[in-house]
T-cell receptor, first 114, second 111 residues
Framework: DAGVTQSPTHLIKTRGQQVTLRCSPK?????VSWYQQALGQGPQFIFQ???????QRGNFPDRFSGHQFPNYSSELNVNALLLGDSALYLC?????????????FGSGTRLTVV | GQQLNQSPQSMFIQEGEDVSMNCTSS?????WLWYKQDPGEGPVLLIA?????ELTSNGRLTAQFGITRKDSFLNISASIPSDVGIYFC???????????FGQGTRLTINP
């Protein structure tokens, strides 16, 4: 049974560019949450998608946007990249009925902005 | 916004020693969770606590949900090399969908 799959695993972008990160949830999960983890810090909540809608959003600017597809997979888009966007981006899937208790995290995408 | 203060930031211990770390907040949480993160991986859930005062064990790990609902601690007994990693506490407010994480405790074990 595949867990949460994230792609790519590593990415280097130039300041001002745009990036798209992808997440396939664990089988049976219908909810996807995205977290940003800066080096040496704990993950910070970006937003959560359920039924193809953004259900809740953390304290991140509009440059961060997302999408959920009918097969429950999700994308995180970041526009106008800043050096401070360099981080590990984690996707967590869960079942809508269990909420964050049932989170399964992926291994993340390491984004470096130069 | 909510913040969790986790301490210590790092620990260097000998194999076989017991470990204790804690997490405090200025806000009340309805659920406390403890995660472990290995290099290159996402966090993995160790223990979930749902009631104030609750004490829960998972093998050599024991965690408690503070009575005030503003703190939690995690103990690891008789540490072994595979316990090396970063431990995170996380809090959840009832009705919210997001976890609030602490800054992590990095555990290093000298054999």
């Amino acid at each position: 049974d595949a867990g949460v799959t994230q792609s790519p695993t590593h990415l280097i972008k130039t300041r001002g560019q745009q990036v798209t990160l992808r997440c396939s949830p664990k089988s049976g999960h219908d909810t996807v949450s995205w977290y940003q983890q800066a080096l040496g810090q704990g993950p910070q909540f970006i937003f959560q998608y359920y039924e193809e809608e953004e259900r809740q959003r953390g304290n991140f600017p509009d440059r961060f946007s997302g999408h959920q597809f009918p097969n429950y997979s999700s994308e995180l888009n970041v526009n106008a990249l800043l050096l401070g966007d360099s981080a590990l981006y984690l996707c967590a899937s869960s079942s809508g009925s269990r909420g964050p208790y049932g989170y399964t995290f992926g291994s993340g995408t390491r984004l470096t902005v130069v | 916004g909510q913040q969790l203060n986790q301490s210590p930031q790092s620990m260097f211990i000998q194999e076989g020693e017991d470990v204790s770390m804690n997490c405090t907040s200025s806000s009340i949480f309805n659920t406390w969770l403890w995660y472990k993160q290995d290099p290159g991986e996402g966090p993995v859930l160790l223990i979930a606590l749902y009631k104030a005062g609750e004490l829960t064990s998972n093998g050599r790990l024991t965690a408690q949900f503070g009575i005030t609902r503003k703190d939690s601690f995690l103990n690891i007994s008789a540490s072994i090399p595979s316990d090396v990693g970063i431990y995170f506490c996380a809090g959840l407010i009832q009705g919210a969908q997001k976890l609030v994480f602490g800054q992590g405790t990095r555990l290093t074990i000298n054999p």
